[in-house]
């Protein structure tokens, strides 16, 4: 069964500065999409981020980028020039792709960031 | 993006009666919906997948009777939690896959409604 695992349940960052939260996934399959969601205090999920595993390069978004190194089953996010609205849970999450999948998300436990002004 | 609404954001209810929760896609037509739990400071546990005009696929431990899910329509699912208990209050997100969009991945997310049974 996959499972994804998140080592952090707590990180801190000083606003402007760069922090990295980890994730590593365990799975059998080869072809996925690995997917990192924010949880405001407003508990709505945002996408953040999306990685599929077919794709060697890193995606981007803005200030958020990923480090997938699919060899080693980690997902890691990093987050620059951070700023006081990226407070907020983050979760990393998992999808297995095959033709006829439900594609429903494995999440794992989720990281806390704060962002200290 | 797409926007998934749900309501209640939030419910109070006396222990032994009946909840529902509704999930819409407002601009999309939304084939599969998820059904997640949340417990405080905890990540989301899946509890079924709702496919419009089928059953819906519970989880293992998850009571499909306690737990009643329907998707009537390609942009409404519900979930209906029946004879409420206090250990039932619990946060529940429901996201949607937009048709055509399986292969991209990505879900869309509701507000998510807490449930507090008193």
């Known amino acids: 069964a996959q499972t994804v695992t998140q080592s952090q349940p707590e990180m801190s960052v000083q606003e402007a500065e760069t922090v990295t939260l980890s994730c590593t996934y365990d799975?059998?399959?080869?072809?996925?999409?690995l997917f990192w969601y924010k949880q405001p205090p407003s508990r709505q999920m945002i996408l953040v981020i999306r990685?599929?595993?077919?794709?060697?390069q890193n995606a981007t978004e803005n200030r958020f980028s990923v480090n997938f190194q699919k060899a080693a089953k980690s997902f890691s996010l990093k987050i620059s020039d951070s700023q006081l609205g990226d407070a907020a849970m983050y979760f990393c999450?998992?999808?297995?792709?095959?033709?006829?999948?439900?594609?429903?998300?494995?999440f794992g436990k989720g990281t806390k960031l704060s962002v200290k002004p | 993006g797409a926007v998934v609404s749900q309501h209640p954001s939030r419910v109070i209810c006396k222990s032994g009666t009946s909840v529902k929760i509704e999930c819409r896609s407002l601009?999309?037509?939304?084939?599969?919906m998820f059904w997640y739990r949340q417990f405080p400071k905890q990540s989301l546990m899946l509890m079924a997948t709702?496919?419009?005009?089928?059953?819906?696929?519970?989880e293992q431990g998850v009571e499909k009777d306690k737990f009643l899910i329907n998707h009537a329509s390609l942009t409404l699912s519900t979930l209906t939690v029946t004879s409420a208990h206090p250990e039932d209050s619990s946060f529940y997100i429901c996201?949607?896959?937009?048709?055509?969009?399986?292969?991209?991945?990505?879900?869309?997310f509701g507000e998510g409604s807490r449930l507090t049974v008193l």
């Open positions: 601009d999309f037509q939304a084939t599969t």
């Open positions: 709702s496919n419009e005009g089928s059953k819906a696929t519970y």
């Open positions: 799975t059998s399959e080869s072809d996925y999409y």
């Open positions: 996201s949607a896959r937009a048709m055509g969009q399986v292969l991209t991945g990505e879900l869309f």
């Open positions: 990685q599929e595993a077919y794709k060697q």
């Open positions: 999450a998992y999808r297995f792709n095959y033709g006829g999948s439900q594609g429903n998300l494995i």
